[in-house]
């Protein structure tokens, strides 16, 4: 029972550990406080110490291959390397809720690792980056409700200590503004112990900006907003100051989420998961290392000289200035590294380091590499040709491509056909029958085929059309047939383009694919309600050429068939061509000549029970025969008795056309 019960919780453990990468609907950013944050990082070891904070910038250490305690890439911050096995060899094996006793490290899946952070206490409050931005400068909409002349340029010289700022005692105004500093103790002590008096035009960073933040009364300074606003839409001047619009929504949302402005000043540096900034070893024994671990060892390096600098603050004012610096550009080089934000760009061997915000945004960025597109597990690539002989929900496939894609159900099919199961037999399937393509591929991936939706996508993907669901069918070639009409919907031509293609695995994805995004549910415009689905260009051009006759011919004697077999058996062995007015003669019983406001019409089934009118053109009688004669009309030559005064009874019907319009006629019979 014991027993059970342990397989029990390890198998709940795992599924748990499953779930946490399937388990997100959405992202939602928020701010979260230096203490919630501290907080959320730490962990509680056995001994009652926390973990979570590092202490050195070592990676690995080259004698055993093992990351340092306390560095970038700690198993005790991040977890164990090796599954269920702690640092020092003492455990091997699950253990629920273990913490080794001698190396802290938890019992664990290395999964972990790709989540767990760890964070940097940091010596001096350094401001987020991301609030300083010239269009949603969220600092200056608060510290502007209260100082009007302050300015962001202002911001900056304090924030990255470019000038001095003026002296409190000179500037009331000013002075009332950073008032709250006199509440600050250890700045106080600071002060004094250094000789030196908030009068001053010494004044530490990003600390003045923190203080004066969190002492805001956000009430009080949205009732005086609203109180201007009124006094502007009175004035009918309201669309001269937008920017009270804006400050308002900022400051009012600040307050219904119950976030205090402070925070967007940091004092703890969180640090990413160790597996997505991994380190990698070459063949040489050499490691290297992703580029943001040099950021987060230079700014460990900047905020630990700071740290022992300002044991003697009195001594060492400029050096601690020039580390403020340095770090709070570090900082900013680790969120955004962007080229030309302020000219602070980290490069490393003369290239330049992608902070994070590189890392999510664009095209190689988290949310649209790893993130977006979860559901879509398999693709390819490959340039697009027309194929008018297909369904609209048909597309033609590349073997090469659909043995790809569909090779892991390929060998799913294989396993529960031929029970193969041991190792030997798995290599077999795989050196011989996968790698040489052998004929029972072609057949499985048929059978396969058949139960599947794919995806067509053409990029730019700007509306639901550049992403359409079809029914593939394995070809030969190495490109991707299309039916023609659908290029209006995916904005492409036969130039070159390509196509990628998408194979959905979940019956979710399967389901939707196979009723919400084929091409027959496309056939209207959502913008304006136009037909998406018709012939444009070359396919009219197409349609005009196969319908072409030419008026003057040279040919003396028309060629005639019996049948269109005959016909089509005469153009393939090129006795006759595309356009070459021919006649085909059609059965009496397939013609139905009938009288409408005294026009004669004519129905043929063999032409779609398409409905002609006849035009008469001349009668003639064949040879010497006394009640024989041939009519000729605008759509052919009809053979008839004559019973009595114009009236005849026909018994043969020529038909004029050229093998193109026979063809445009079979494709639109298809």
């Given at each position: ?440 591929i072609w057949n499985i991936l048929t059978k396969i085929i058949k139960n599947y939706i794919i995806l067509l996508n053409r990029a730019p993907t700007l509306h639901r059309y550049s992403v359409q669901a079809f029914n593939p069918i394995i070809t030969l070639g190495k490109v991707i047939q299309l039916h023609p009409l659908l290029c209006a919907g ?181």
């Amino acid at each position: 029972m014991i027993v059970m019960n342990k397989i029990f919780n390890l198998k709940k453990k795992i599924q748990k550990i499953q779930k946490i990468h399937n388990s997100f609907n959405y992202l939602r950013l928020i701010i979260i406080s230096s203490i919630n944050l501290k907080n959320s990082l730490e962990k509680e070891l056995p001994n009652g110490n926390f973990n979570g904070e590092l202490k050195n910038s070592e990676t690995i250490c080259l004698q055993n291959n093992r990351p340092f305690i306390g560095g970038l890439f700690c198993e005790q911050i991040f977890g164990p390397i090796k599954n269920w096995t702690c640092q020092c060899g003492k455990y091997v094996g699950f253990l629920d809720n273990k913490i080794c006793e001698n190396c802290n490290v938890e019992l664990i899946d290395t999964r972990v690792r790709r989540y767990r952070m760890g964070y940097i206490n940091l010596i001096t409050p350094i401001t987020h980056i991301w609030y300083l931005n010239e269009n949603t400068n969220y600092i200056l909409f608060f510290l502007q409700a209260i100082y009007k002349t302050f300015s962001s340029i202002d911001l900056e010289n304090i924030i990255y200590l470019k000038t001095e700022i003026p002296d409190l005692n000179e500037n009331q105004e000013l002075y009332s503004f950073f008032n709250p500093l006199l509440i600050n103790q250890d700045l106080e002590e600071i002060y004094k112990s250094s000789n030196l008096n908030y009068n001053s035009k010494q004044i530490i960073s990003s600390e003045l900006i923190k203080i004066a933040l969190t002492n805001l009364n956000l009430k009080f300074i949205i009732k005086n907003i609203r109180l201007k606003i009124l006094l502007l839409i009175n004035n009918k001047e309201l669309f001269l100051n937008s920017f009270l619009l804006k400050q308002l929504r900022i400051i009012e949302s600040f307050l219904l989420t119950k976030t205090n402005p402070s925070w967007m000043i940091l004092t703890i540096l969180s640090i990413i998961p160790p597996t997505l900034r991994p380190i990698l070893q070459l063949e040489n024994g050499k490691y290297i290392a992703t580029d943001i671990n040099e950021i987060y060892k230079f700014i460990f390096f900047q905020n630990f000289f700071l740290f022992n600098l300002y044991k003697n603050y009195k001594y060492y004012i400029t050096e601690i200035k020039f580390l403020t610096k340095s770090l709070q550009e570090g900082i900013d080089a680790l969120f955004d590294n962007s080229k030309g934000l302020k000219k602070k760009n980290f490069y490393l061997n003369n290239n330049l380091i992608k902070g994070l915000t590189q890392r999510l945004s664009g095209k190689q960025g988290r949310f649209r590499f790893n993130l977006l597109g979860k559901r879509i597990n398999f693709s390819g690539r490959s340039v697009i040709i027309p194929e008018p002989l297909l369904k609209i929900n048909q597309c033609g496939i590349p073997f090469e491509i659909l043995f790809k894609i569909f090779q892991p159900l390929l060998f799913n099919n294989l396993f529960k056909k031929y029970y193969f199961f041991n190792t030997s037999q798995i290599l077999y399937i795989q050196n011989c029958i996968f790698q040489k393509k052998k004929p029972i591929i072609w057949n499985i991936l048929t059978k396969i085929i058949k139960n599947y939706i794919i995806l067509l996508n053409r990029a730019p993907t700007l509306h639901r059309y550049s992403v359409q669901a079809f029914n593939p069918i394995i070809t030969l070639g190495k490109v991707i047939q299309l039916h023609p009409l659908l290029c209006a919907g995916f904005n492409a031509d036969f130039d070159g383009d390509q196509m990628a293609v998408h194979l959905p695995l979940y019956f979710s994805t399967q389901f939707e694919s196979k009723n919400l995004i084929k091409p027959i549910y496309n056939l209207l415009s959502l913008s304006n309600g136009e037909v998406i689905l018709k012939p444009s260009q070359d396919i009219i051009i197409g349609c005009y050429y196969l319908t072409l006759m030419f008026s003057k011919n040279f040919y003396k004697i028309y060629k005639w068939f019996l049948n269109l077999d005959q016909a089509f058996t005469a153009f393939y062995q090129k006795k006759i061509f595309l356009h070459t007015p021919i006649l085909i003669k059609y059965p009496k019983k397939n013609l139905k000549l009938f009288i409408i406001d005294n026009k004669i019409k004519l129905t043929n089934i063999f032409l779609n029970k398409k409905i002609i009118e006849i035009k008469i053109f001349k009668l003639f009688k064949i040879n010497n025969s006394i009640n024989k004669y041939f009519l000729l009309t605008n759509c052919g030559i009809f053979i008839c008795y004559l019973l009595k005064n114009n009236t005849y009874e026909i018994i043969d019907f020529f038909h004029e056309t050229t093998i193109g319009r026979l063809l445009f006629e079979n494709y639109l019979l298809i």
